[in-house]
């Protein structure tokens, strides 16, 4: 099974310079809490509502003012259309994320993957790691965190 017999085909996703309040009340419309970001058909990054509490609301920043690429997170996780569901949970794992940009092979957002995507579709034990891994925590430490990324 490959992830784009799984994913979700239409997302939305926003622009970088679109103010985090307009991004906010995307997410709230489509009841989304990630957005893939990206400009002129390539991924970017992606802004959650968790990098919009964390990095804007917890410092009391205007979300006017603020754009999608003061608080995405840059360089996020991804995966392709055509890799094969376990390949996708192990992303997730390592990066310990829910929900994965689907790129097609010119590296053109096709879709969203999440690990309910999964549930049922990929060996019971590899979904079993994979979710206790991203509730726990673990980390494989190859890559820092958002904010560390951005500094």
Not at 14 to 35: F, Q
Not at 54 to 82: I, K, N
Not at 123 to 130: C, E, L, N, R
Request: aromatic share 2%; with cysteine.
């Amino acid at each position: 099974m490959n992830v784009q017999a799984v994913m979700s085909p239409r997302v939305a996703w926003v622009h970088p310079s679109l103010p985090v309040r307009e991004a906010a009340r995307r997410m709230r419309g489509l009841n989304v809490g990630c957005l893939p970001v990206g400009e002129n058909g390539k991924l970017l990054g992606v802004i959650t509502d968790r990098d919009i509490v964390c990095r804007s609301v917890a410092d009391a920043l205007d979300p006017d003012s603020l754009h999608v690429y003061d608080v995405m997170t840059a360089g996020a996780a991804c995966c392709f259309a055509d890799q094969d569901g376990e390949a996708a949970a192990e992303i997730m794992r390592r990066k310990r994320v829910r929900r994965l940009p689907v790129l097609d092979r010119r590296e053109h957002l096709v879709g969203l993957v999440s690990l309910d995507d999964l549930c049922g579709r990929i060996p019971d034990a590899v979904f079993v790691s994979t979710l206790e891994a991203i509730t726990r925590g673990d980390h494989d430490g190859a890559e820092p965190g958002p904010a560390a990324a951005r500094s």
